[in-house]
């Protein structure tokens, strides 16, 4: 019975700070914050529009050793990338409106690092009067921190 | 009945698995049918999505052939890619020097060409996995011309 109650607890903590914490995140398309090394897996970037304001672009800075292979087509966004030398995805910028008290996902699908590691997810989130949140802080306990997948 | 309307849908199934998520090649520096009057140093492919580099082979053959008849020439040429592409060990034999691409995954992979190479028909060969999984294989064939 006592179990019972802190798995509860636990849960209700767990549903209110994925509520009241509305960073710009990356997690597993089953909504994980982890996933396993060397498989293939799909990823959705959340983010949210917290200023009244619309949010008109979305950079992802994509971490080292992370292969993107393909996106979700997303209607009312124009994504473009950058890519290194071996023609790896390294940003994705995504142009668009998020508008107020609205969220977007969007989801991309890639192959993991072959050895554990924690991937930071860093986005710059741009609203329509110029101004740049950077959730770029690998603090996780920052303002603004960039968003940790567990590589395991 | 149904065991046969099973195996039809699963078939269909695999076949669309394989129809989606390959990686395609989508540029070259070298481009397909093409006549140089020089070779290049190397030969840069440009595939849709980004590859297991250690599970792939890429290699650049001389078709010793007589033909002019186009479609001639690609049988000659699938003739030859069903021949070696499959080899280990084979670089003497090849016109290209290997891979100058490190990455163990990459969209874009460099190939070293050797140099002096003699005027005539060339074919470039692929057998690609994907970091999906997926395997592509083609090949196309270029010349070059003597001076």
Redesign the interface.
């Known amino acids: 019975m006592k179990k019972y109650f802190v798995a509860l607890a636990g849960l209700l903590t767990a549903t209110l700070a994925s509520v009241v914490l509305a960073h710009a995140t990356v997690k597993s398309d089953m909504g994980l914050s982890e996933s396993k090394a060397g498989s293939y897996e799909t990823y959705r970037l959340q983010v949210p529009t917290e200023k009244p304001l619309d949010t008109t672009e979305v950079k992802l800075f994509v971490p080292t050793g992370l292969t993107i292979s393909t996106f979700q087509a997303l209607v009312g966004f124009d994504r473009s990338v950058e890519k290194n030398a071996d023609g790896i995805v390294t940003t994705v910028t995504w142009k668009g409106k998020i508008g107020q008290q609205e969220f977007q996902r969007f989801l991309f699908s890639a192959k993991n690092p072959v050895q554990p590691t924690t991937l930071l997810f860093k986005v710059y989130q741009t609203y329509s009067d110029g101004s740049v949140v950077k959730w770029e802080d690998e603090d996780p306990k920052g303002k603004t921190p960039a968003s940790r997948v567990e590589i395991k | 009945m149904n065991s046969r309307i099973f195996t039809a849908t699963l078939v269909s199934f695999l076949l669309a698995g394989v129809v989606l998520?390959h990686s395609y090649l989508s540029s070259s520096s070298i481009l397909a049918n093409s006549i140089l009057k020089t070779m290049p140093e190397n030969l840069i492919l440009?595939?849709s999505?980004?590859l297991e580099i250690g599970f792939s082979s890429f290699k650049v053959y001389k078709l010793e052939t007589k033909t002019t008849d186009g479609a001639k020439l690609k049988l000659e040429a699938q003739a030859l890619v069903t021949r070696v592409l499959a080899l280990k060990n084979d670089l003497t034999k090849r016109a290209d020097d290997g891979l100058e691409?490190t990455?163990?995954?990459?969209?874009?992979?460099k190939l070293k060409l050797k140099l002096n190479l003699k005027s005539g028909i060339y074919v470039v060969m692929y057998r690609v996995l994907?970091?999906?999984?997926h395997i592509t294989q083609d090949f196309f064939t270029f010349s070059l011309s003597s001076h």
């Not at chain 2, 990455?103 to 874009?108: H, I, K, P, V, W």
């Open positions: 998520a440009g595939f999505e980004p691409t990455a163990s995954e990459a969209a874009l992979v994907s970091v999906d999984t």
